[in-house]
């Protein structure tokens, strides 16, 4: 599996009593570019939906048979928007909804996931 890099803007989430856990995020205004994570490790991925493959699929349809490059999951069972699901480094789940606000193109990011292809 090859690494993409996406510009993401940074969130800070809370969850299990933690703060300030860093998470990313795109700007879905006119682009699919979307970001999933593995539950199970926590590994995050991209997806292009503009790819004409994918036309029509779920995420699980997409991954049918695609194993996490970092715990070997199958990503049918484990994989979950980001950061609306987003796993801690000490193994707890949180949620994170990015502020409808777009912010100002100077505060983004290059970071660079794993494409589902």
């Known amino acids: 599996m090859n690494k993409r890099q996406v510009r993401c803007y940074r969130g800070w989430a809370e969850t299990g009593g933690r703060y300030n856990i860093e998470v ?22 991209v997806v292009d939906f503009e790819n004409p493959n994918y036309d029509g699929l779920s995420i699980q349809g997409i991954v049918n048979a695609t194993s996490c490059p970092s715990c070997g999951c199958n990503l049918k069972e484990t994989i979950q928007p980001y950061p609306n699901t987003f796993r801690t ?11 409808p606000t777009i912010p100002a193109s100077s505060e983004s990011i290059v970071c660079e996931f794993f494409e589902i292809v």
Do not use: N
């Open 89 to 99: 480094k000490d193994g707890l789940i949180g949620h994170f909804s990015p502020s």
């Open 24 to 45: 990313f995020y795109t700007l879905t205004e006119g682009y699919r570019i979307e970001l999933f994570t593995c539950t199970e490790c926590g590994e995050i991925f």
